[in-house]
């Protein structure tokens, strides 16, 4: 079945260290998001790719960093500068140009930073 | 810019009531869609229903129906029949590839509990 895989789905690490979320999609869709996710705060945009070797900030871009050098994979860098990294991160995929094609999320990766 | 108001940060509702889950909406742009999502406590996102700000009649899928009313920049979704499975946060989102962007803008959810 074709879906959208993020790992690991907790992931510790301690201040200071960057760290790596992972997301890979097999749904053949150009675009890819990276949301995060604090209680009582919505869903907010970090980064999106809609293309190979292309990507753009989203609303909280600071503190983390993205790749796209292959179409399945949207790989999400927290780096150190994060003031806070701890939260919900989410990825997601979509077709594009389509207003109608809702997005597709994986099951998102909890990170706790301490 | 978009923007995607969820004024209801919690609602309840009894086992077998309907409800409704209000969105209003802000936007220049004249073709956009709009979703509602559902997270169970698990923290997954299930896509629920879209509207396009083009179709005349409002978007029906299964229990779940949207209240558009473009005028009012509204798309509120009602829950019919409600059940114990219902209890999750529930987001209202909008895009607007037309303008450039693929990105979908979030509300900040409203949290639904079903009563038995």
């Known amino acids: 079945d074709g879906g959208i895989t993020q790992s690991p789905k907790y992931l510790f690490r301690k201040e200071g260290q960057n760290v790596t979320l992972s997301c890979e999609q097999n749904?053949?869709?150009?675009?890819m998001y990276w949301y995060r996710q604090d209680p009582g705060q919505g869903l907010r945009l970090i980064y999106y790719?809609?293309?190979?070797?292309?990507?753009q900030k989203g609303d909280i871009a600071e503190g983390y960093s993205v790749s796209r050098e292959k179409k399945e994979s949207f790989p999400l860098t927290v780096t150190s500068a994060q003031k806070n990294p701890t939260a919900f991160y989410l990825c997601?995929?979509?077709?594009?140009?389509?207003?109608?094609?809702?997005?597709?999320f994986g099951n998102g990766t909890r990170l706790t930073v301490t | 810019a978009q923007k995607i108001t969820q004024t209801q940060p919690g609602m309840f509702v009894q086992e077998k009531e309907a409800v409704t889950l209000d969105c209003t909406y802000d936007?220049?742009?004249?073709?956009?869609?709009l979703f509602w999502y559902k997270q169970p406590s698990s923290g997954e996102m299930i896509f629920l229903i879209y509207?396009?700000?083009?179709?005349?009649q409002n978007a029906t899928e299964g229990r779940y129906s949207l209240n558009f009313q473009k005028a009012r920049k509204s798309a509120n979704l009602v829950i019919s029949a409600s059940q114990l499975g219902d209890s999750a946060m529930y987001f209202c989102?909008?895009?607007?590839?037309?303008?450039?962007?693929?990105?979908?803008?979030f509300g900040k959810g409203t949290k639904l509990t079903v009563n038995p």
């Open positions: 997601a995929s979509s077709v594009t140009g389509l207003d109608n094609s809702p997005l597709h």
């Open positions: 749904l053949n869709h150009d675009a």
């Open positions: 790719s809609q293309i190979v070797n292309d990507f």
């Open positions: 936007t220049s742009d004249q073709s956009y869609g």
């Open positions: 509207q396009g700000s083009y179709d005349e």
């Open positions: 989102a909008m895009r607007s590839p037309w303008s450039g962007s693929e990105k979908l803008v």
